[in-house]
C-alpha cells in the first residue's frame, strides 16, 4: 500500500523564528459589517435560455433561491412553470427547470411564467433560440502594439468573470484582454499592456480599464474581482492598478498626494531595461551597508563574503567599486549558480514605482476609490528569495498575486487580495461602502529568515511573524474561500493553510517526510502546489475536502494529498518524489459513491496505483481523466471534463462516455493549463456554461447543456461558496467552482441547505 500519515500542525506548534527587520505586522483589525439578513445575494432574473438542438429547441431556466422551499426525495421544492411558445401555453413543468420543446424552430419564442400568484414565485423569462446551438458574444479587440524592445504583440481573450453590472438581474461578462507576449512571472521580457473590458449579453461594450504600463500581463499580475461589494445591487469591479491606469470614463486614477509630493505621476514608465536593472544593483550594492539585515548582522557585511569570496573593498561602496561588484555578480557569480541566470538581458519588470487597489464602477467603469496596495512590495524581491536559489529571478517571488471574494461576517462580502506564497506569504482583507475602501485586516507571515540573499533555501523556512510564521511557503498558485469550521463565516484556504474569518491562522498543514526521501523523519509543511479543490467530495463524511497536489518532489512529504478541511489533517496521500503538477476531482463514475481524485502520477504497478483515486483513498483501476477543469454538464449532475490545450479544439469528456461536445472554431487559455474563459451557472438550470474565445477572439462562444434533467436545484449563484468561487475562478491557474454541499449522482436532497440570504435589488 501507498505511504500514508495522518498529521497537522497547528500555528503556535511552528512558530518562533528569529525576528526579522523588515517584515510587516501580523493582523490588523478593521471595520466589521453585521447585519441579520443572511449572506447578501443577487437579485437574478430567470435567466431563460433556448437553444436549437437536432429535434426541437431545449430551453432551461432558473430555479431562484429565494423561492425554494425545502426538499423533495427528487429535488428541491419551488414553483411549477408554464412554458409558452409564441404566446401560447405548450407545457407546465413540475419536477425540474429544463423542457424539450420538439415542435420549436430556430424563429419560435419562449416565455415561462411560474404557476400562480405566490410572493416568492419570482420573474418570467423571455428568450430567442440560439439557432446555431451555441450563442457568440461579439468582442471588440484592442489594437495590437509594440513593446519598448520593439516586438510587436496583439491580443486574445482571456479570463471572464460576470456580474450584473446594471442591475437588471442579468449577468455582464468582464473580459481581461491578454497580449501575445504576457509572461510568467519567472520569464524575462516586456508585456504588452492589460485591458479590462465589460460587456452585455448582446455585446455592447460598456467599459474598457487600461492597466497601462505599469501592470506587468500574465497569469499572476491582474486578478480582478467582479462582485457587489456595496450591497447596491450592482457589481463592481476591484483589482490591482499603478500610475498610468486609465478608468472606463477616459480618466487616469486619483494618486495619493503623497505619491505626487514624491515626484511620481501618471505618466510615469517603470518598466526597467537591461541597462536599468544594471544601474538598480548597483544603486543596491552602494547602499549594502545601510541594508537593515546588514545593519543587524543577519546579512554578511560585505558582498563579497556574500558571494563567498575574500573582503577586498572598502564600505560604503563608491560608484566605481559597486560597478565592479554589479559585474562580478552579473557576468560571474549568477551564472556560476546556473546557467540560465543571464541578467544582462533582464527587462521588462517593474520593480519600483506605488501600486494601488482600485474599485471600480462595474456599468461606467469610472473610478470609485484607489488605496495603496498592501501587501506591499518591500524591494525587487531579494528579501523574498529572489536571488537565494540557484536560479536568479528578482521580481518573481514578490509578484505572486491572489484574489478572492469572502463573507469573512458571514454576510456582506469582503475583497481579499495577496502577495507572495513561496515565501512570505500575506493577505489583506477589504470591504467597500459604497464610497471608501477600507481595511478589514491583514495577515502576513513576515519574511523567511535567510543568513544570506544570495545562497539560502527559503522555502521551507518560517516567517518571522509570532503567530503567522507557519503561514510562510504554503500557498499555491491559486487560493479557495469556504466555511471549512461551521461557524457561519468563511475562511480562505490559501493552498496548505487557512487563514480563519478574522486573518487568524486557522491551520498550517504538515507531515513526516517519507523513509526513502531526503527529508526522512522529518516535520515538514506540505508547501506550495499547482492544483487546489475545496468542496464537500464524500457524502459520507461530515464537513469539506481539500484535494491538493505538491510541488517540492523529494523535499515534500506528499506528492498528493486528500485532507480534512476543518482542521488540515492529512486523510490520505502519498509520497511521490516527484513534482505534481496538476490534481484534479469530481464525480465521474454513478457506481461509486462520492467523488473521485486523482494526479498526474506516473502509474506504479507493484503498488497497483494509477493517479486515480475514490474519496476515501482506495486506488481505482482505468485512465485517469483531463485535469485542466471540470464542468457540470450531465443530467445525472456527475463531473465532466474539458480537454484541449493550446491550439487543440476544446472538448468535453465524459469519463465512462467519452466525448459530449466538441467546441468547433474555439480556443482555451493559458498554454498548457488548457483554462476555459469561465465555467459556471451563468443562466439556465443548475448545470455549468462553458465559455471560450473563438479562434480570432471576436466573440465569447458561450455553450450550454440540451439534453432534459429531471433533478430540481436552485441557480448555483445563490449558493455562496459557489458564488466566490465563481469570482476568484480567474485567478491565476483557474480552478473548479464548488458548493459548501455535495453535489453528485448520490446527492442527499435533504442536506443541501435551502439559501438563507438577502437579494439587493438596484431599484
Not at 404 to 427: E, H, I, K, N
Request: aromatic share 10%; hydrophobic share 30%; charged share 25%.
Amino acid at each position: 500500500m501507498p505511504y500514508r500519515r495522518r498529521t497537522a500542525r497547528t500555528a503556535a506548534a511552528l512558530a518562533g523564528a528569529a525576528a526579522l527587520s523588515l517584515t510587516a505586522g501580523s493582523v490588523s483589525a478593521g471595520p466589521s459589517q453585521t447585519t441579520e439578513l443572511g449572506h447578501q445575494l443577487e437579485a437574478l432574473d430567470r435567466g431563460l435560455v433556448a437553444v436549437g438542438t437536432d429535434d426541437g429547441v431545449h430551453l432551461s431556466w432558473r430555479l431562484l433561491g429565494e423561492e425554494t422551499t425545502g426538499a423533495t426525495g427528487h429535488g428541491m421544492k419551488g414553483p411549477n412553470f408554464h412554458v409558452l411558445r409564441d404566446g401560447e401555453r405548450i407545457a407546465t413543468v413540475t419536477d425540474s427547470t429544463n423542457f424539450h420543446d420538439a415542435d420549436g424552430d430556430a424563429d419560435s419564442t419562449y416565455t415561462v411564467t411560474p404557476v400562480g400568484n405566490a410572493p416568492h414565485n419570482g420573474p418570467d423569462g423571455e428568450a430567442e433560440v440560439w439557432a446555431e446551438g451555441h450563442y457568440d458574444l461579439p468582442l471588440q479587440k484592442p489594437e495590437p502594439g509594440i513593446t519598448p524592445a520593439g516586438e510587436e504583440y496583439e491580443y486574445h481573450a482571456n479570463d471572464v468573470s460576470v456580474g450584473d453590472v446594471t442591475g437588471d438581474g442579468q449577468y455582464e461578462f468582464v473580459v481581461k484582454w491578454d497580449p501575445s507576449n504576457s509572461k510568467d512571472v519567472s520569464q524575462v521580457g516586456y508585456t504588452g499592456e492589460v485591458y479590462v473590458d465589460t460587456y452585455t449579453l448582446d455585446g455592447e461594450l460598456l467599459n474598457r480599464i487600461e492597466l497601462g504600463p505599469n501592470i506587468r500581463a500574465g497569469a499572476h499580475y491582474t486578478q480582478f474581482l467582479v462582485y457587489d461589494f456595496d450591497g447596491d445591487g450592482t457589481a463592481e469591479i476591484m483589482m490591482k492598478t499603478a500610475p498610468g491606469t486609465v478608468a472606463g470614463d477616459g480618466e487616469h486614477i486619483t494618486m495619493p498626494q503623497e505619491d505626487l509630493d514624491a515626484g511620481y505621476g501618471p505618466d510615469d514608465d517603470y518598466r526597467m531595461s537591461a541597462d536599468d536593472y544594471y544601474e538598480h544593483v548597483v544603486e543596491v550594492f552602494r547602499g549594502w551597508h545601510e541594508h537593515p539585515e546588514v545593519v543587524a548582522g543577519n546579512w554578511p557585511e560585505t558582498l563579497e563574503e556574500a558571494f563567498g569570496e575574500e573582503p577586498s573593498y572598502d564600505y560604503p561602496l563608491g560608484d566605481a567599486d559597486a560597478r565592479q561588484l554589479a559585474d562580478f555578480f552579473i557576468d560571474e557569480y549568477a551564472p556560476s549558480r546556473s546557467e540560465r541566470n543571464d541578467l544582462r538581458t533582464f527587462e521588462g519588470f517593474i520593480v519600483h514605482g506605488p501600486e494601488y487597489l482600485t474599485v471600480f464602477d462595474g456599468e461606467t467603469g469610472a473610478e470609485l476609490d484607489t488605496v495603496p496596495y498592501t501587501p506591499e512590495r518591500g524591494d525587487d524581491g531579494m528579501l523574498w528569495g529572489d536571488y537565494a536559489m540557484s536560479r536568479i529571478e528578482p521580481g518573481n517571488r514578490v509578484d505572486r498575486f491572489l484574489a478572492g471574494v469572502a463573507y469573512l461576517d458571514g454576510q456582506s462580502p469582503s475583497a481579499v487580495f495577496t502577495r507572495g506564497y513561496y515565501t512570505r506569504s500575506a493577505a489583506a482583507a477589504y470591504d467597500f461602502d459604497g464610497e471608501q475602501i477600507t481595511e478589514r485586516w491583514v495577515a502576513d507571515s513576515g519574511h523567511v529568515p535567510m543568513d544570506n540573499p544570495f545562497d539560502a533555501g527559503p522555502h521551507e523556512g518560517v516567517g518571522t511573524d509570532p503567530e503567522l510564521g507557519p503561514f510562510a511557503g504554503q500557498g499555491f498558485h491559486s487560493l479557495s474561500v469556504a466555511d471549512v469550521d461551521g461557524d457561519g463565516n468563511q475562511e480562505i484556504i490559501y493552498g496548505s493553510a487557512t487563514l480563519d474569518h478574522d486573518g487568524s491562522l486557522l491551520y498550517s498543514s504538515t507531515g513526516i517526510g517519507h523513509p526513502d526521501s531526503p527529508i526522512a523523519g522529518q516535520e515538514m509543511k506540505l508547501g506550495h502546489g499547482d492544483a487546489l479543490h475545496v468542496g464537500h467530495f464524500d457524502p459520507d463524511r461530515q464537513g469539506q475536502e481539500i484535494f491538493a497536489v505538491h510541488e517540492a518532489g523529494p523535499w515534500a512529504p506528499y506528492g498528493y494529498t486528500m485532507r480534512d478541511a476543518a482542521t488540515g489533517e492529512v486523510l490520505w496521500g502519498d509520497y511521490t518524489g516527484t513534482d505534481v503538477g496538476r490534481g484534479m476531482v469530481g464525480d465521474i463514475d454513478p457506481e461509486t459513491p462520492g467523488y473521485h481524485a486523482w494526479a498526474s502520477i506516473p502509474p506504479n504497478e507493484e503498488e497497483g496505483t494509477t493517479g486515480l483515486f475514490t474519496a476515501t483513498g482506495e486506488p481505482v483501476d482505468g485512465d485517469v481523466p483531463g485535469t485542466n477543469m471540470s464542468i457540470r454538464w450531465a443530467p445525472d449532475i456527475t463531473t465532466q471534463l474539458i480537454v484541449g490545450d493550446r491550439e487543440d479544439t476544446p472538448r468535453i469528456e465524459d469519463w465512462l462516455d467519452g466525448t459530449l461536445l466538441v467546441a468547433e472554431g474555439t480556443r482555451t487559455n493559458n498554454y498548457t493549463k488548457g483554462n476555459p474563459s469561465l465555467v459556471a451557472d451563468i443562466f439556465g438550470d443548475w448545470r455549468e456554461e462553458l465559455v471560450l474565445r473563438t479562434s480570432d477572439s471576436s466573440a465569447l462562444r458561450i455553450f450550454t447543456a440540451t439534453e432534459v434533467t429531471d433533478r430540481k436545484l436552485y441557480t448555483l449563484m445563490h449558493d455562496p461558496q459557489y458564488r466566490v468561487g465563481v469570482a476568484y475562478q480567474q485567478t491565476a491557474y483557474n480552478q473548479p467552482t464548488y458548493p459548501d454541499f455535495h453535489l453528485g449522482h448520490d446527492i442527499d436532497w435533504r442536506q443541501v441547505p435551502v439559501p438563507e440570504g438577502h437579494y439587493p435589488s438596484a431599484d
